[in-house]
T-cell receptor
Framework: DTAVSQTPKYLVTQMGNDKSIKCEQNLGHDTMYWYKQDSKKFLKIMFSYNNKELIINETVPNRFSPKSPDKAHLNLHINSLELGDSAVYFC?????????????FGEGSWLTVV | GDSVTQMEGPVTLSEEAFLTINCTYTATGYPSLFWYVQYPGEGLQLLLKATKADDKGSNKGFEATYRKETTSFHLEKGSVQVSDSAVYFCALRGGSARQLTFGSGTQLTVLP
């Protein structure tokens, strides 16, 4: 009973392709996130949804489009993949509001663009 | 804006050595502070947290104390094991922010 699960875990694809990463949480949380981890392990927020509404949209190319069909799911679609998109993408969730509430992360999706 | 500065790595220690990884932060208001750990090939796991000044978070022998006067949240462990080898991230969640702001991570390698 994984709390935050994302698929696929590994993805190797060619430049120019379109791909999606799916994320689901079974914690009953109202807020979900996508983070990107680059090759130097640096983690940066990309998007956040609260109750299916976009609340954080950092400076990310518009080739990246999040979609939240309901509050338990947050998918990430990437168009026209580029070499620089190679990274680990982490989905996460929390019960939004108090800053002391823990943010729980999925296992990560390792994307390699060739 | 909010920021976290973390000790540069990599850090290499012998088993049973004492560990300190320094973390300082800049934030408005009263953030909550976290340490996450990432084992090789895995996702991020919460190691410990503290939500107000002078709180001490602890887990698996690791400890960190929220020091408002020095804006620090240093991670310590008295005796590291080979299985502690991982990347450690300090992070904060500010008063009005929903997301975590992470430090750059510190790679720890423990040798037998």
């Amino acid at each position: 009973d994984t709390a935050v699960s994302q698929t696929p875990k590994y993805l190797v694809t060619q430049m120019g392709n379109d791909k999606s990463i799916k994320c689901e949480q079974n914690l009953g949380h109202d807020t979900m996130y996508w983070y990107k981890q680059d090759s130097k392990k640096f983690l940066k927020i990309m998007f956040s949804y609260n109750n299916k509404e976009l609340i954080i949209n950092e400076t990310v190319p518009n080739r990246f489009s999040p979609k939240s069909p309901d509050k338990a799911h947050l998918n990430l679609h990437i168009n026209s993949l580029e070499l620089g998109d190679s990274a680990v993408y982490f989905c996460a969730s929390s019960q939004g509001g108090p800053p002391g509430n823990t943010i729980y992360f999925g296992e990560g999706s390792w994307l390699t663009v060739v | 804006g909010d920021s976290v500065t973390q000790m540069e790595g990599p850090v290499t220690l012998s088993e049973e050595a004492f560990l300190t990884i320094n973390c300082t932060y800049t934030a408005t208001g009263y953030p909550s502070l976290f340490w996450y750990v990432q084992y090789p090939g895995e996702g991020l796991q919460l190691l410990l947290k503290a939500t107000k000044a002078d709180d001490k978070g602890s887990n698996k022998g690791f400890e960190a104390t929220y020091r408002k006067e020095t804006t620090s949240f240093h991670l310590e462990k008295g005796s590291v094991q080979v299985s502690d080898s991982a990347v450690y991230f300090c992070a904060l969640r500010g008063g009005s922010a929903r997301q975590l702001t992470f430090g750059s991570g510190t790679q720890l390698t423990v040798l037998p």
